[in-house]
């Protein structure tokens, strides 16, 4: 069966433009989350949702950085003015509930030159 | 201080050897989650944890809530498990702290 999805699977992109990077999530999954992860690094948790509603958005690094899930399936990671900081693999994960196991997509690899 | 410390960070064994991967974390958790990532690949979930022991294959997860620790082990390991090998917990406020994970090198 289908698992999560992300793409772009590589993302390069000059600092300051605006990037969008997709998940689209196992279906009926009603918990996803967006984490990122430098190179040698765990991964860093930004957002998850349940539902359409940001459930936490504790993790994102600051305002620059948005992500929406209108009708609770596919996500949108948004990242403004994009830095040289920002580069890293931007990872997606969905889980049926919050406390059932993890699946995660391969990730889209950001690079900001 | 990070709320997830895994030990060790690196480990190199030789196939065959059993092999003991842990966590210890500072916050209250709903669940413990073992995560695999094999290199330019993407992340795998083993094991999910809120109490007890669970066991797939070889691979066998323990966690200790009253100490606040997990352990990975690995039986008759085979140069296939070389991965980074992932504790991730989901605290009593739904968020997640991530372990910067053990790198494991089995070596034939």
């Known amino acids: 069966g289908a698992g999560v999805s992300q793409t772009p699977s590589n993302k390069v992109t000059e600092k300051g433009k605006y990037v969008e990077l997709r998940c689209d999530p196992i279906s009926g999954h009603t918990a996803l989350y967006w984490y990122r992860q430098s190179l040698g690094q765990g991964p860093e948790f930004l957002i998850y949702?349940?539902?359409?509603?940001?459930?936490?958005d504790s993790g994102l690094p600051n305002d620059r950085f948005f992500a929406v899930r209108p009708e609770g399936s596919v996500s949108t990671l948004k990242i403004q003015r994009t830095e040289r900081g920002d580069s890293a693999v931007y990872l997606c994960?969905?889980?049926?509930?919050?406390?059932?196991?993890?699946?995660f997509g391969n990730g889209t690899r950001l690079t900001v030159t | 201080k990070n709320e997830v410390e895994q030990s060790p960070q690196n480990l190199t064994a030789q196939e065959g050897e059993f092999i003991t991967i842990n966590c210890s974390y500072s916050v209250g958790i709903s669940a413990l989650h073992w995560l695999q990532q094999h290199p330019g690949g993407g992340i795998v979930s083993l094991f999910m944890l809120s109490s007890g022991k669970k066991k797939h294959g070889r691979l066998i997860a323990t966690i200790n809530i009253q100490e606040k620790h997990s352990s990975l082990h690995i039986t008759a390991s085979h140069p296939r498990d070389s991965a980074v090998y992932i504790c991730?917990?989901?605290?009593?406020?739904?968020?997640?702290?991530f372990g910067t994970g053990t790198s494991l090198t089995v070596i034939p």
């Open positions: 949702f349940q539902g359409t509603g940001a459930a936490d």
């Open positions: 991730a917990v989901l605290n009593t406020g739904n968020q997640f702290y």
């Open positions: 994960a969905s889980s049926s509930t919050l406390t059932s196991p993890l699946h």
